[in-house]
């Protein structure tokens, strides 16, 4: 229903956010992880996603992609809940969540308040296959901290791609790019990475 939603920022904790859009304050649940990324914002837009229970409706939000589709995939795990899936998220970054589970590190995973070892366990066995297709399309290794500092690197990779050339090597140019023009402009971005290409 909710894809994204963009607003001011009218109220913040480490736990949930307001976003004041149109008039209408929205509440959203948030992780640490996000809300280190928005607190200091005077406008911000969150992906969302919603949960829908008997006694109660959220709206969980995400800075990134990748954490959203890290929730997704986690909710997705018996036993592992929306409020769950956000401490997980909130104890470690969405990289780290990633490499615990690629590295069946259930003694990190189960450090997070609420998760026994069964669930720990659960959780590597369930993700380890999904999350690789994550990491390696959102959070590559030499690039992973790039794609979410720099929000346009993802369009301009996409795009690169879709041109012919190869993710690898395009990854590579971009990072190169971004490096010394961080502030670039997406159309920039491009243009630059096709000269070097």
Not at 1 to 17: H, K, Q, T
Not at 45 to 66: C, S
């Amino acid at each position: 229903m909710f894809a994204y939603i963009e607003g001011r920022v009218s109220e913040i904790n480490p736990v949930c956010a307001v976003l004041d859009c149109g008039g209408v304050g929205y509440e959203i649940r948030i992780s640490l992880h996000t809300y280190s990324q928005i607190k200091d914002l005077p406008q911000a837009k969150l992906l969302v996603h919603p949960i829908y229970r008997e006694d109660a409706q959220q709206l969980f939000g995400f800075y990134t992609a990748v954490e959203k589709q890290l929730f997704q995939l986690l909710v997705s795990v018996s036993g592992v809940g929306a409020n769950t899936a956000c401490m997980i998220l909130s104890a470690m970054s969405p990289t780290e969540t990633v490499r615990a589970i690629m590295q069946d590190d259930v003694r990190k995973i189960q450090a997070v308040k609420g998760i026994g070892a069964k669930t720990a366990q659960r959780i590597i066995v369930d993700l380890k296959d999904k999350v690789g297709k994550v990491e390696t399309a959102e959070t590559p290794a030499a690039g992973g901290m790039l794609a979410q500092a720099y929000p346009q690197r993802e369009t301009a990779l996409g795009a690169l791609v879709m041109l012919g050339y190869a993710k690898s090597a395009a990854e590579k140019v971009l990072d190169k790019v971004l490096a010394v023009d961080p502030a670039a402009d997406i159309e920039s971005v491009i243009k630059q990475a096709l000269r070097m290409l």
